[in-house]
C-alpha cells in the first residue's frame, strides 16, 4: 500500500533552518507529482511547495525565496529545504500525492519556529 513517512521537523529558532525528509513506498515515485502542506496552528491545510516528475517546482508567496522543494528518486524521497525560517512557519508540515483518484498523506512533522 503507498504509505508517505515524514521526517525532519523539531524546534528552531528564528532565522533557523530545517530540512524536512518525506519517505514514500508502494508508488511509482519517479512519475508522482509531490507536494507540501503546513497547517499552522487553528488553520487550514496549505499548500507550501510541488515538484512535479520533471522537477518543475512551485511556491506559495509565503516561502518564495526560503523553501526549496526536491526530490531524489533514485531514494524515493521527498524533499523540502526550510531556510529564514518565521514563527508563523511553524505547523505540522505534510506530504502528500495522488494515484488514480485516490490523495494520500503522511502522518506529518512537527515544526515549531520560536521568536
Known amino acids: 500500500q503507498v504509505q508517505l513517512v515524514e521526517s525532519g521537523g523539531g524546534l528552531v529558532q528564528a532565522g533557523g533552518s530545517l530540512r524536512l525528509s518525506c519517505a514514500a513506498s508502494?508508488?511509482?515515485?519517479?512519475?508522482?507529482?509531490m507536494r507540501w502542506y503546513h497547517q499552522a496552528p487553528g488553520k487550514q491545510r496549505e499548500l507550501v511547495a510541488a515538484i512535479s516528475s520533471r522537477r518543475t517546482t512551485s511556491y506559495a508567496d509565503s516561502v518564495k525565496g526560503r523553501f526549496t522543494i526536491s526530490r531524489d528518486n533514485a531514494k524515493n524521497t521527498l524533499y523540502l529545504q526550510m531556510n529564514s525560517l518565521k514563527p508563523e512557519d511553524t505547523g505540522v508540515y505534510y506530504c502528500?500525492?495522488?494515484?488514480?483518484?485516490?490523495?494520500?498523506w503522511g502522518q506529518g512533522t512537527q515544526v515549531t519556529v520560536s521568536s
Open positions: 508502494g508508488i511509482s515515485f519517479s512519475v508522482n507529482y
Open positions: 502528500n500525492t495522488e494515484v488514480g483518484p485516490y490523495s494520500y
